[in-house]
C-alpha cells in the first residue's frame, strides 16, 4: 500500500540555521512519483518539486535542496540558511504511476522559522 | 493569468444546506481533482475527472456529488451540509504528456468552508 510518513510535526530553528524535513515512503511499484508541496500561512499549496523513481540523483534549487535514497525509501528535503518566509507546512507526497495519478499526501510538517 | 481558479475563497453555511464550489483551469489540462483538508491539515484526495470522466472516487459520503460540465471545470456540489464538512476544499488540475500521465498537479487557491 502508499504510504507517505513525516515524521517531524512541528520544527523550529533560528534563522540562517539549516533545516531538513523527514520523509519516509513506502510503496510496492517500481515506478513512482515523489513530491514536496510548500503551503505558507495564506494556505496556497505551492509545488516544489517532483522526482521520479529512476532518478536518484540529489537536486538543489537555491537554498533548497533534495536527497532521495530508495534503499531507506527517503525523499528528505533541506533548507539551507533558513528565513523567515520559509515559515510554512510543508508536505511530502507520492504518486504511483501503475495506478490512477492520485497524490498521497504526508501529513506534513508544519516549520517555524525564529528571527 | 493561466491558473487554477476556485470559487468562492470562502464559504459559511448552515447545517443541512446545499453548496456548490466551482473549479476552472485554463492550463488545457486533461484531469482534474478534488482535496479535501481537515484541520489538523491533512490532505486527502476525494475525486478526479479525467476529460469530464470519473476516475477516482474515495470513500466519500454520497452527500459529495462532482459534475464535470467540461473538461476545463470540475464542480462540486455537496447535499445536507454537516459539521464535519468544515475543512478547506482544494482543486487541482494534470496535464497529459504524450498521452502519459504526468503525475504533477496544479492546486488552486482552496475554498474554506464552514458549516454552523
Known amino acids: 500500500a502508499q504510504k507517505v510518513t513525516q515524521a517531524q510535526t512541528e520544527i523550529s530553528v533560528v534563522e540562517k540555521e539549516d533545516v531538513t524535513l523527514d520523509c519516509v515512503y513506502e510503496t510496492r511499484d517500481t515506478t513512482y512519483y515523489l513530491f514536496w508541496y510548500k503551503q505558507p500561512p495564506s494556505g496556497e499549496l505551492v509545488f516544489l518539486i517532483r522526482r521520479n523513481s529512476f532518478d536518484e540523483q540529489n537536486e538543489i534549487s537555491g537554498r533548497y535542496s533534495w536527497n532521495f535514497q530508495k534503499s531507506t525509501s527517503s525523499f528528505n528535503f533541506t533548507i539551507t540558511a533558513s528565513q523567515v518566509v520559509d515559515s510554512a507546512v510543508y508536505f511530502c507526497a507520492l504518486s504511483e504511476e501503475v495506478r490512477d495519478d492520485k497524490i498521497i499526501f504526508g501529513k506534513g510538517t508544519r516549520l517555524h522559522i525564529l528571527p | ?116
Not at chain 2, 21 to 28: M, T, V, Y
Not at chain 2, 66 to 91: M, Q, R, T, W
Not at chain 2, 102 to 115: A, H, K, S
Open chain 2, 1 to 116: 493569468d493561466t491558473a487554477v481558479s476556485q470559487t468562492p475563497k470562502y464559504l459559511v453555511t448552515q447545517m443541512g444546506n446545499d453548496k456548490s464550489i466551482k473549479c476552472e483551469q485554463n492550463l488545457g489540462h486533461d484531469t482534474m481533482y478534488w482535496y479535501k483538508q481537515d484541520s489538523k491539515k491533512f490532505l486527502k484526495i476525494m475525486f478526479s475527472y479525467n476529460n469530464k470522466e470519473l476516475i477516482i472516487n474515495e470513500t466519500v459520503p454520497n452527500r459529495f456529488s462532482p459534475k464535470s460540465p467540461d473538461k476545463a471545470h470540475l464542480n462540486l456540489h455537496i447535499n445536507s451540509l454537516e459539521l464535519g464538512d468544515s475543512a478547506v476544499y482544494f482543486c487541482a488540475s494534470s496535464p497529459l504528456v504524450s498521452g502519459r500521465r504526468t503525475n504533477e498537479q496544479f492546486f488552486g487557491p482552496g475554498t474554506r468552508l464552514t458549516v454552523l
